[in-house]
């Protein structure tokens, strides 16, 4: 029987759902679709860069799972920053980040009717994203276990996909398979003639913000351990694992398609994924990969939907205000159903802007902006990790992050150089400037309005 928390949230999620909910979080279309395009920007560096961003977020990963370790009871990692950072930056990092969670909710919603609209051409994009929201929606609202399970189906497909490209690869690179161009599977094709930087030490900076979105996400390992079954056991391992295996799946998906062919003809636009299994004699490879898109799609939309419900959640428990306070209800079945039927409601202004170009393109910029934004908050989180670090909260005997005084320090300037980088770009400087604004604005209001029943709780 599952154990039942005070707020009446339930612990049903197992160590497998926890890793499939953070692969399905940070495995999402852009290693199927838009791996091209970073292959196309700094060629097999760009395994350096993947190693690089993969060891920096498995120590957010580490201080994550320090802070929820020694406090299971949190729904939501960001709760800490309110914490040891105290009530403003606090609600400014909790409003951000599931503002920013349920923007890219609607971004992946809208991409679902793109990829659906390729076999259902007759359909309507709102028609496809309002099915499909409310599918997703339903299983959020049933118990969690059945969210688990149903996310490690979700994301059992995708590790599937990649672990077939992996094997393939392999083969066609062991029978030194010959393309069609005359070009052979081997791997000369990354180590011959290899340049740190092919395109220029630019382009090699600018791969840095694409690696570290696409890892965006594994942090949802920390917005499950409030329904985890025996946290402290399943979360150290969960983030331990987790890591090694995104990596695996990154690094050994783009090691063998560059070994297939040369990286040079790799398309920046199609899916590179596409691109070998027709080399391997796959007719149906643009069929498959259309299908794991939209699966991956659906993974991550339903990581969201949970992930938003749980973050709202713990927002209004937190908040002062009485309007909030509908959304702290728990169904009988442990689910915070206002939050999670409030932030997939939000979601629904998907549909609309895709019936109208205008919204479209603005809808665009500001999810570019929670992007970066997203950013700020990972500073933030690393920061309230240092605090807690030396704060009566710390728990000895927890999970912690090795060497922390450096390892700490370390990623959050890591994490300042990927902000500032963005700004190197003409495409990302405008959202990385919003990011900055959005910041300004919010610090601006808060002042404004000047809520001292905070600091007094706080400080109680």
């Known amino acids: 029987m599952a154990e039942i928390n005070k707020d009446g949230t339930r612990r049903e999620l197992t160590n497998l759902n926890v890793q499939m909910i953070a692969l399905g979080g940070s495995i999402g279309t852009g290693l199927f679709l838009g791996s091209g395009s970073t292959i196309h920007r700094t060629g097999p560096s760009i395994l350096f860069v993947y190693l690089i961003v993969g060891i920096f977020f498995f120590c957010m990963l580490r201080a994550i799972g320090e802070m929820m370790y020694s406090d299971p ?50 359909v309507p994009s709102w028609l496809i994203q309002v099915v499909v929201l409310a599918a997703l929606t339903l299983i959020n609202l049933n ?34 398979h010959e393309n069609p161009s005359g070009t052979h599977a081997s ?25 570290f979105f696409a890892f965006q996400g594994m942090e949802f390992v920390g917005i499950t351990t409030a329904e985890t079954k025996n946290p402290r056991e399943v979360l150290p391992k969960a983030i331990n694992q987790v890591i090694v295996r995104i990596l695996l799946f990154y690094i050994g998906a783009l090691f063998v398609i560059m070994a297939i062919t040369p990286w040079k003809t790799i398309s920046e636009q199609g899916s590179p994924f596409v ?54 209800k728990v169904s009988d079945r442990g689910i915070p159903v206002n939050s999670v039927l409030f932030s997939a409601s939000v979601m629904l202004f998907a549909p609309i802007l895709s019936c109208f170009k205008a919204l479209s393109d603005a809808f665009s910029f500001v999810a570019s902006v929670s992007c970066d934004i997203y950013i700020l908050v990972c500073i933030m989180t690393m920061i309230a990790h240092y605090r807690y670090r030396r704060s009566d909260a710390f728990l000895e005997e927890g999970f912690k992050l090795p060497a922390y005084k450096c390892t700490n320090p370390v990623t959050i300037m890591f994490f300042i150089f990927i902000f500032l980088s963005l700004f190197l770009n003409r495409s990302s400087f405008g959202p990385a400037l919003g990011a900055v604004l959005w910041f300004v604005c919010f610090r601006l209001i808060q002042k404004i309005r000047n809520q001292p029943e905070d600091e007094i709780e706080i400080s109680e």
């Open 73 to 122: 009871e949190q729904h939501t990692f960001v709760s800490f920053i309110y914490h040891h950072l105290g009530p403003s930056l606090g609600k400014f990092a909790e409003w951000s980040y599931w503002l920013e969670l349920t923007l890219a909710a609607m971004a992946e919603l809208i991409a679902i009717a793109t990829y659906v609209k390729l076999w259902l051409p007759s």
């Open 143 to 176: 118990v969690v276990k059945f969210f688990g399970n149903s996310e490690t189906i979700l994301s059992g497909i995708k590790v599937v996909a990649i672990i077939f490209l992996i094997i393939v690869g392999i083969y066609m690179i062991a029978t030194h």
């Open 187 to 211: 791997l000369r094709n990354i180590f011959d003639g290899f340049s740190m930087f092919p395109n220029g030490f630019h382009e090699f900076i600018n791969a840095f913000p694409m690696v």
């Open 275 to 328: 691109q070998i299994f027709s080399l391997a004699g796959i007719p149906a490879a643009a069929s498959i990969i259309n299908f794991v898109v939209i699966v991956a799609a659906c993974s991550t939309l339903n990581s969201a939907i949970f992930s938003t419900g749980r973050h709202l959640y713990q927002l209004a428990r937190e908040s002062h205000s009485q309007k909030m306070k509908f959304l702290t």
